[in-house]
């Protein structure tokens, strides 16, 4: 029993990466609980038991002296059995933990095991199981059971099944990420990811900076033909992805981010960290993007609030007045101003010229049938929707967990 003992244990190490101190110490423990059971102890007497680390033998004491009349042969197979099979349950558990704690941060790999409850079960190459919840879901992503993902390591929580492991392909940092695998310079040090700004699914700004003259950043991050920056859009499912060149100068910085769009004029407030941006009519809604989506990401890229203007827009209020079914920046806004009908688009500028305040709905950018279950539920305004929080939207018919989650974040950006 000896010999077999260790040997058992040994293979557990090596196979399992279980320390074989602590399978022994556990054995140790199951041992003197079975040994007490058959031995008349008193309350003052000492008792304990070892196992020798090189042959295995197993040795009792009773107040240091060695006891003999005890068949460990007898008890220890049973015993140290279940001892090992629950230890292994327990450190394997353990192993898990600690590997992926020390990749939270980090992309693994993985097939598409289940779906349970909106959420994916991610099976993580045999080792662990990672869960992709709803929120951290790419709204435009779809997966298959058995199909092959990659996913960024969120967090990683410790639960009485096993450690939980949080992941996600909505977190800014799986571009990130995604960047370093793919670009040999950003991996080295030589190029550097400056700020990202994300929606996911939709599209990402990334701006970086070369530490070596001689490397271009921009050129880096795109590669030959466009391969690099291509395998991480494809990588993504087709979100677009614009490279952005990091620049000291805080108007050249604010220019590039709002690429494509064509920037005349910037004046810049440091002491508000704001800017107020000129830009010719024609790139007014280039400038700001579908559902403001570009001055958004640009926004965020640079950490200054963008306030973007036209030039008659401008004129117009030099004058006191506004031109003809010019877009205010009030109707910036309205999200859905910029890529409705021309009917809807027209109705939408005249009640802005009107002085008339958007709605909730038109606000946040929902259906009006959203909007209407909102105010039924006693929802009428920004601050009640921050209140309400995600668990109060969701009890509302027609929004989901997702649904109430863009809500949310489209408050507390107009808060």
């Known amino acids: 029993m000896s010999q077999e003992l260790l040997a058992i244990i040994e293979q557990i190490e090596r196979e399992k990466g279980i320390k074989k101190e602590i399978m022994l110490e556990a054995v140790e423990s199951a041992l003197l609980s079975a040994a007490k059971r058959v031995i008349d102890l008193k309350p003052d007497e000492e008792f304990k038991v070892e196992i020798d680390r090189a042959t295995g033998e197993i040795r009792a004491y009773r107040n240091n002296e060695l006891v003999t009349n005890i068949d460990f042969g007898r008890i220890a197979a049973s015993t140290a059995r279940q001892v090992i099979i629950q230890k292994m349950r327990e450190a394997e558990k353990d192993v898990v933990f600690n590997e992926f704690q020390n990749r939270v941060g980090e992309i693994v790999s993985g097939t598409v095991y289940r779906f349970e409850k909106g959420n994916i079960i991610v099976d993580l190459l045999g080792k662990a199981e990672g869960v992709l ?181 401008i004129a117009a209020e030099a004058l006191g007045g506004k031109p003809k079914e010019q877009i205010t920046p009030e109707a910036q806004a309205v999200p859905e101003i910029q890529e409705k009908p021309k009917k809807a688009k027209k109705a939408a500028v005249k009640a802005v010229a009107k002085k008339k305040e958007p709605s909730l709905g038109e606000l946040l950018g929902i259906s009006e049938k959203i909007a209407e279950s909102l105010k039924v539920a006693g929802i009428k305004s920004i601050e009640d929707i921050l209140k309400a929080k995600i668990e109060g939207l969701v009890k509302i018919k027609g929004i989901g967990e997702a649904k109430a989650g863009k809500i949310i974040a489209e408050a507390k950006k107009l808060n």
């Open 133 to 313: 919840i709803k929120r951290e879901q790419s709204p435009n992503e779809e997966f298959k059971q058995g199909q092959r993902i990659r996913a960024y390591v969120v967090e990683v929580k410790k639960d009485a099944k096993g450690p939980q492991i949080i992941l996600s392909r909505a977190h800014p940092n799986l571009v990130k990420e995604l960047f370093e695998l793919e670009v040999p310079e950003i991996y080295e040090g030589i190029v550097e990811i400056r700020a990202i700004s994300r929606q996911a699914g939709e599209r990402t700004k990334i701006s970086v900076c070369s530490k070596n003259d001689k490397v271009d950043s921009v050129g880096a991050c795109v590669g030959m033909r466009g391969n690099r920056v291509r395998n991480i859009v494809n990588e993504l499912q087709g979100e677009k992805i614009d490279i952005v060149r990091f620049n000291d100068d805080v108007r050249e910085y604010i220019k590039a981010a709002l690429s494509p769009a064509k920037i005349s004029e910037i004046k810049l407030d440091k002491e508000k960290n704001k800017a107020a941006v000129v830009v010719d009519d024609d790139q007014l809604s280039l400038s700001i993007g579908k559902h403001g989506q570009n001055v958004r990401l640009a926004s965020r890229l640079v950490g200054w609030e963008l306030d973007i203007r036209t030039k008659s827009m």
